[in-house]
């Protein structure tokens, strides 16, 4: 492929398989990856194993998740997700945002996390448009809903062996996405095994980055391995 030759061609030390790692973010991003690889005829690579912590794998319901309860401790996530989203750029924030205005300026770059989330406040109905809470959901709605649903990670039968990481107690991803992801693949018939973490989000990320150091460098051959993370 034209990434091995050019890495050969810039003297790097090919491996014969890799590890793929990431937590939160980096853990939706890990599972992505690996079904983009699986899915791209002539990969350079084996991809050995897999290890996915504190990931969201099911956007759709983990977006009414906090729809229902209408709280969220990282309130920012909710614009930031849909600003995401929106890379066609075919909703309108008015639709999505009470305070359309507000929330694009606190999403400018300017502002950190603990700001935004100070500014917004932990009830999302005081963040995001009213039709978010009716049966009849307008057209940025209608949209974005379908969007979460092209960008499930769990239609889809993973070869590569994939260990699941979570905290039980997980505060900002809830835990029934690593549970729905084991259950899914099992059933596909994928190598799949989760290993629960103690504490809430953040705690388990460092559980998360101890248990991978601990199980893979003890080995007389380390592999490679790539990280994402938030």
């Not at 034209?2 to 853990?27: H, N, V």
């Not at 983009?36 to 998740?65: K, L, S």
């Not at 379908?146 to 699941?164: M, S, V």
């Amino acid at each position: 492929s034209d990434l091995r030759e050019y890495l050969i061609s810039e003297d790097f030390q090919l491996p014969d398989a890799i590890t793929l790692a990431g937590y939160s973010q980096g853990g939706s991003a890990t599972l992505a990856l690996l079904r983009e690889i699986e899915n791209t005829p002539g990969f350079p690579w084996q991809i050995d194993h897999v290890y996915a912590g504190g990931g969201v794998y099911d956007f759709t319901a983990t977006f009414d998740h906090f729809l229902e309860q209408n709280y969220m401790t990282m309130p920012a996530l909710a614009p930031y997700l849909i600003r995401g989203l929106n890379v066609r750029e075919d909703m309108i924030p008015g639709e999505l945002f009470l305070n359309p205005t507000e929330i694009l300026t606190l999403l400018n770059g300017q502002h950190g996390m603990s700001e935004i989330n100070a500014q917004l406040g932990s009830r999302l109905d005081r963040i995001l448009h009213a039709d978010f809470y009716t049966s009849t959901p307008n057209a940025s709605i209608q949209r974005l809903l379908e969007i979460l649903d092209e960008n499930t990670l769990l239609n889809w039968t993973p070869h590569a062996p994939i260990t699941l990481m979570h905290a039980v107690d997980d505060d900002v991803v809830p835990y029934f996405n690593s549970q729905k992801a084991l259950n899914e693949f099992s059933t596909r018939g994928c190598n799949t095994e989760l290993i629960n973490l103690n504490g809430n989000h953040n705690t388990g990320a460092i559980n998360f980055f101890v248990k991978l150091l601990l199980n893979n460098f003890q080995l007389p051959n380390p592999p490679n391995i790539f990280t994402y993370s938030a």
